[in-house]
């Protein structure tokens, strides 16, 4: 089945402590993004790549780190996690820019 | 930054009516997406209409695009409980990797 999957499904951490998001995709897409979401503010994109080793800036990348070694995996890195990024994250991705994007089931963070 | 921006924020509507959620948007686009979010959850891709189209269907779903007035509408009709979610509208740029997305439209569908 095509997907994208993240893990973890929840978080509850603690300000300062290192934390890794995964996401994969199986569907052999090139590009991959992540969002969050906030009350009242849509989704906001956080880092893109589109490409292995290719990543840039989205709109709110303060506080966050990606890597793509792999084709298929997409990894969100909070370094040192502040409260503000309490969000509801999301994992996606599609074939090239512009073309239908296949989200994954979110990942609901908490940093106390 | 937005691009997309829906209206209404809200709409509530019963079974078997139609739901109308409008989606206006700033600069020139390529495409034009929505999608819909169950509380919570992922959101899944509707329906995609390019800036060279006015107007696609897909089951009970109507899109419009009006580029000149930088505006999108899509119609669910006759409406079922099922329908209740968010719906967002996504707007991507020419030679852009952007996807912007709207705050929504919490759509609630009552039996």
């Known amino acids: 089945e095509a997907q994208v999957t993240q893990n973890p499904r929840y978080l509850i951490t603690v300000t300062g402590k290192k934390l890794t998001v995964t996401c994969s995709q199986n569907?052999?897409?090139?590009?991959m993004s992540w969002y969050r979401q906030d009350p009242g503010l849509g989704l906001r994109q956080i880092y893109y790549s589109m490409n292995v080793e290719v990543t840039d800036k989205g709109d709110v990348p303060e506080g966050y780190k990606v890597s793509r070694k792999e084709k298929r995996n997409f990894p969100l890195i909070l370094e040192s996690p502040s409260p503000n990024q309490t969000s509801l994250y999301f994992c996606?991705?599609?074939?090239?820019?512009?073309?239908?994007?296949?989200f994954g089931p979110g990942t609901r963070l908490l940093v106390l | 930054s937005q691009q997309g921006e829906e209206d209404p924020q809200a709409l509530s509507i019963q079974e078997g009516e139609n739901a109308t959620m409008n989606c206006s948007y700033k600069?020139?686009?390529?495409?034009l997406q929505w999608y819909r979010q169950n509380s919570g959850r992922g959101l899944v891709h509707l329906i995609l209409i390019r800036s060279n189209e006015r107007e696609k269907h897909s089951g009970r779903l109507r899109v419009t695009l009006d580029t000149s007035k930088k505006s999108s509408s899509l119609l669910i009709t006759a409406s079922r409980a099922a329908d209740t979610a968010s719906y967002f509208c996504?707007?991507?740029?020419?030679?852009?990797?952007?996807?912007?997305f709207g705050a929504g439209t919490r759509l609630t569908v009552k039996p």
């Open positions: 600069t020139s686009i390529n495409n």
């Open positions: 996504a707007t991507v740029q020419y030679n852009n990797n952007d996807m912007r």
């Open positions: 569907m052999n897409h090139e590009y």
């Open positions: 996606a991705s599609r074939t090239r820019v512009g073309e239908t994007q296949y």
